[in-house]
């Protein structure tokens, strides 16, 4: 190993790195799989090999031969690719080599059982009995962020494992102000009715599944390398360059479900599509982070797809498709998908309040891991909280505590949703500069030149820049909410305005 020049040792580890980049490609098609065609009985036997293959890519990494060729490689004549693949690739060395096996194999072992037993619990409304599991996962956590350790505080490698580099203190001194801000604008629309009983109705599934297809069609999803299929939970997947898949839900009473899921995947495909090839297999070659991708997939669903002028260029079509829409204005369509209001559950939040729901859990998990927070404690500090965010109190723990499966396996995820809503915003502001007004493209159906823009300064980045910097590179500074902040106020003056 010793002879080998740093320009050698770099070429054997780009090898290594693509061969298990491969085996990273099959897990992924086995995981859409999964969660799409598998036959029912074949949950077993798959998880096994999932665990096979999992361990074979992990095995393979940990070698101490792979920290060796970092080493070698790291004294060489860099250039900036290779200096940020070096820098990805020590960072995944480092950290899964940290890891005993043991903690890792118990950790996946605690979550499947967890994630078990908060269906049951969620099902029958009882946090007592995810409580003891909760325990359990959040002492796995305390340990592993005492092994990788951390900038500031515990949750910062929690952090870490999903948004490189960023810290708990700066993620709260951005929600902090998002925070006072959103319940400002919350009290703007209390009183505003958003017409959302006009949209209810029957939708049959096959026609909202040609609508969404002709939606991808229109704004150019490549379907030569893409595809939809129907899921409980949409993703979006790349299997490899070339190749990318969405998945989206059908509920025959509510047509939003389908058109903003599938949006929203759509987002998440474009970056992946919009990844460079040639990278494929190093780390330049692959999303950053979940904020960034999130930021993504907002930015076609929110602030794309719930526009005005979106629909200005789509509601003849949804009109031709759903006689439901014949004598409802568009303004009150407009109006009615982007209603505004406080509930209990999450993943059915509006813009403004979907921060709110993210912020909370933020702070529960920050106090849970830096252990200023007992689980004994946990339920009545989310009801507090909650109620002092929203005015109200959950009525039950399905739709308090309980309703999210994250916590069921790890922590620290969560930031990156309301990160993802920030950047897509802050993306927003510089896209304006650079091609004038957005929507005017919009209007057009020119979604084309959007997406050439995301894709110079986006997604063919890949990870080149950690995200962070990524944002300064391309907004000049980073996460700042301010921008999110005045879109949505821009937004709800324009709600406001229509009766
Ligand atoms: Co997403």
Known sequence: MNNLTPKQAYEKLYKISKRLAYFSSVLSILGWDERTYIPKSGYKYRSELNAVLGEYIHDEWTKDYIGELIEIAKNGELNEIERSNLYWWERSYIRSKKIPKELLINHIKVSTVAYQVWKEAREKSDFELFKPYLNEIVKILREKVQILGYKNEPYDALLDGYEAEITAEEISKVFEELKGETI????????KDFKRRLINGHFEKEKQKSFCIYLLEKIGFDFSMGRIDETTHPFATRIHPGDIRITTRFYEDNILSSIFGTLHEMGH????????????????????????????????ENIIGRSLEFWELFYKDLRRYFMHFENIKLEHFYLAINEIKPSYIRVEADELTYNLHIILRFELERDLINGKLSIDDVKDAWNEKFESLFGFRPRNDSEGILQDVHWSSDMGYFPTYTLGNLNAAQFLYKINKDLGNIYELVK??????????????????????????????????????????????????KLLSID
């Open 184 to 191: 400002r604008l919350l009290e703007k629309v209390k009183e």
């Open 269 to 300: 495909a474009f970056y992946e599509m919009g990844l460079k090839e040639e990278y494929f297999g190093t780390p330049v070659g692959e999303a950053v982070s979940l904020g960034i991708h999130e930021s993504q997939s907002r930015f076609w």
């Open 444 to 493: 057009e159906g020119n979604f084309k030149t959007i997406y050439n823009w995301l894709k110079e300064n986006i997604y063919e980045k890949g990870s080149l820049y950690k995200p962070q910097e990524l944002l300064e590179k391309v907004t000049g500074e980073r996460t700042n909410p301010k921008y999110f902040l005045k879109y949505i106020e821009d937004k709800i003056e």
